[in-house]
């Protein structure tokens, strides 16, 4: 047995052991229980809820844990859309995904890639009648095919492909003995890996194809490419009458050197040379059609000026006039369009839609606004930009798409729910029709959520939330941890958080706020950290602890500090400007910037965080006045980091192997955990036991240091202890 099958075999027992010790699914009736790490393997996640057109049944992904543990399974199910049924399963797949509506909702479209182990990993375009029988395969693309799109007669699928001619010729070709392919890279550009993915193929950009639905007992036709080049294409609309295809794309071979990314253009569907629709200096997000097919609304954010934090906007344009003929319905308000709440309950795979949805009479627009740690849906009017709400509430819209008559299949989620089905009228009353953990969720006794405000050094007010463990004493002084964000511009709010509601069960009260550089607040509380990040932020933070202390919440010598990216530079650097922790633990950080502007899959070449690069002399002692590791010597607290080996987004040699490395010189208490194949995304769609022994490492950090209590495996001589992957 090689050393690499030894490791397997032990993870994948280690997942066993996990599985065999999770509770059974609480019965609702019985005495409820705290929620622990290892219930995540029981969770359902509900993703890309997709209406039919006619309102009466909703599809969406179903996202479940592998039986090892190490992996997700996605299948697509449906559910009536007046919830009179239990969720269904339409498709046996474990890898399914995307499905899409046909225009009379007769046919359910959707991308099957094959199970874990296959021959051929490339994922392909089926097809499902409602009428009954089996799903069937429409294409056999070259690389695969995804994210479908119907004609508007229902004839023809346009969908994306990375595939060249060559490797479609190669495809028809009858079988011979494979020739291994080099696997040298020439990298020439600026940005050529990103998290999650590897290196960047530059050599295959996506492209958009149709394929024409065969007649009855007819082979499928073979697939046609409608655009071409050195750039990538994505996000097809097909124009109503069906002779174009929208879609965006970066058309510059170095888009980085300028502000201006995704623009919208058009193409015949039949093929030829694209025709830019949009541009805005910016950002240009998927197109949504209104319903004469004459305008279009985006939701996008203008490049100037180089901001930290750019607020997103929504827009309209009209598709008959030209590049410059948009309109942006909300640049006199300072609302932040579809913008979400940071949580480690998304669904990890699946995704799903938050486009702008207009409404029947092509008079108003709906979309997601973030507003003080709260996402609900909003209508604007397409004349005037005027606003009204139409779901409110403490909740996350997630994801949502609409019916022909208007009515919206969303999902939301709230500070002790994942997301949740629900359909929601013309009106906004939202009816929950799904929820797949019901009888699970009903077994826990959970933490709620206690929204609190706090002024910060300067006076400004500062929003947080407060995580209590169930039944604490009234009056009684708690261990407090202090969770950080990343982003940094994201925000906490009122969604569910499983690793919050695990830290409470054990005892720690969990204060988690949106400094100043959080989104939901406007875009001038946003970007006020702009070329002083981290600075103020810090001073918010550490003012919401003074403030439970004060409260006489938290007990001040029982204090922890944790976050990750963005929340981890925060980490970083909160410990070198004080001792007021017992324990920290910084996750996937940054030490020291100026490594990270060479490293990072993305460049900040651009004045959005700093004003130029590093090497610069101007820019030297801005870069190290920022970096937490020019103040390392100054740390006492025992400092506990986590990384994610295949982590492009804050690569570990410029973050947590530098501040491990420099307080080992220091002889200070750290250690270091690392997770293999895990990208920047380990804490929210990471594998699931890699996942589970993370919280757990995190949790046996604050009790040996907060606590005082006796933890093996964080001393010399105790590695091979894994002492927190065995608590129970």
Request: hydrophobic share 35%; net charge negative; proline share 7%.
């Amino acid at each position: 047995m090689t050393r690499r099958d030894f490791r397997l075999t032990a993870l994948i027992l280690l997942a066993s052991t996990v599985l065999a010790a999770a509770p059974a699914p609480a019965d609702g009736g019985g005495a409820k229980r705290l929620m622990d790490a290892k219930d995540l393997l029981q969770f359902h996640w509900l993703a890309d809820p997709r209406i039919s057109p006619d309102g009466e049944r909703v599809a969406f992904v179903r996202v479940a844990v592998d039986g090892e543990g190490a992996g997700y399974e996605t299948s697509i199910w449906w559910v009536p859309s007046d919830g009179s049924k239990p969720p269904q399963a339409l498709t046996r797949g474990t890898r399914d995904g995307q499905p899409r509506w046909s225009p009379d909702g007769g046919r359910l479209a959707f991308v099957r890639a094959p199970a874990k182990g296959a021959k051929d990993g490339s994922p392909q375009i089926w097809i499902l009648d409602f009428a009954g029988g089996e799903p069937w395969q429409l294409t056999d693309q070259a690389r695969g095919a995804g994210s479908p799109a119907w004609s508007p007669d229902g004839q023809t699928l346009a969908f994306v492909s990375e595939a060249t001619e060559e490797d479609v010729a190669q495809k028809a070709k009858p079988p011979e003995k494979p020739v291994k392919e080099s696997d040298v890279t020439v990298t020439t550009r600026a940005v050529y890996r990103f998290n999650g993915g590897g290196t960047l193929d530059y050599a295959r950009p996506d492209h958009l194809w149709t394929v024409a639905l065969p007649a009855p007992g007819a082979k499928p036709a073979a697939a046609r490419r409608v655009t071409s080049g050195l750039f990538a294409d994505g996000a097809p609309t097909w124009s109503r009458d069906g002779k174009s295809l929208y879609f965006t794309a970066t058309r510059s071979l170095e888009g980085y050197y300028d502000t201006n990314q995704d623009e919208a253009w058009s193409v015949p569907a039949s093929g030829g040379e694209p025709v830019r629709l949009v541009t805005i200096g910016g950002n240009v997000g998927s197109l949504s059609l209104s319903p004469d097919g004459r305008d279009a609304a985006f939701v996008g954010a203008p490049g100037k000026p180089v901001l930290s934090c750019t607020q997103q906007d929504l827009w309209v344009t009209g598709l008959d006039g030209g590049p410059g003929a948009q309109r942006n319905l909300t640049g006199a308000l300072d609302v932040e369009v579809g913008e979400g709440i940071s949580s480690d309950q998304h669904p990890p795979r699946g995704g799903g839609a938050d486009d702008p949805l207009w409404t029947p009479d092509g008079k108003s627009l709906i979309v997601k606004v973030g507003r003080q740690g709260r996402s609900n849906l909003e209508r604007f009017d397409v004349a005037t930009g005027a606003v009204t709400p139409l779901t409110k509430g403490d909740q996350e819209a997630i994801a949502y798409t609409m019916a022909r008559d208007g009515r919206i299949a969303a999902t939301f989620s709230t500070g002790t729910r994942p997301a949740e089905l629900y359909l929601v009228s013309t009106s906004g009353e939202q009816k929950r029709i799904a929820s797949l953990d019901e009888e699970l969720f009903a077994g826990f006794d959970l933490a709620e959520p206690e929204e609190v405000w706090y002024p910060s050094f300067d006076g400004k007010k500062i929003q947080a939330w407060l995580l209590r463990p169930p039944h604490a004493a009234a009056g009684t002084k708690l261990p407090l941890i202090l969770y950080i964000h990343g982003g940094p511009h994201s925000a906490y709010g009122w969604t569910f958080f499983h690793e919050f509601q695990y830290l409470a069960a054990k005892g720690y009260a969990v204060l988690y706020p949106n400094p100043r550089g959080s989104t939901s607040y406007g875009e001038s509380f946003c970007n006020s950290i702009q070329y002083k990040y981290p600075g103020d932020d810090a001073k918010d933070l550490l003012a919401g602890v003074d403030a439970m202390v004060e409260r006489g919440i938290a007990d001040p010598a029982r204090l922890g500090v944790t976050g990750g990216s963005g929340g981890g530079v925060l980490t970083n650097w909160i410990v070198t400007q004080t001792d007021r922790f017992k324990a920290a633990v910084s996750q996937r950080s940054i030490a020291d910037w100026s490594d990270f502007w060479y490293t990072a899959d993305f460049w900040l070449n651009q004045p959005m965080w700093f004003r130029g690069a590093p090497f610069e002399a101007a820019q030297k002692a801005d870069f190290a006045a920022r970096s937490p590791i020019t103040f390392v010597e100054r740390i006492k607290t025992p400092l506990m980091l986590i990384e994610g080996n295949a982590d492009l987004r804050t690569p570990p040699a410029a973050g947590g192997e530098q501040m491990f490395r420099a307080l080992k010189y220091l002889h200070r208490p750290t250690a270091m955990v690392r997770f293999p194949d895990e990208s920047h995304e380990l804490s929210r769609s990471g594998q699931p036991w890699h996942r589970i022994e993370r919280m757990r490492h995190i949790a046996a950090w604050f009790d040996k240091y907060v606590l005082g209590e006796k933890v093996p495996g964080y001393e010399v001589g105790e590695e091979g202890q894994a002492a927190a992957s065995k608590r129970e």
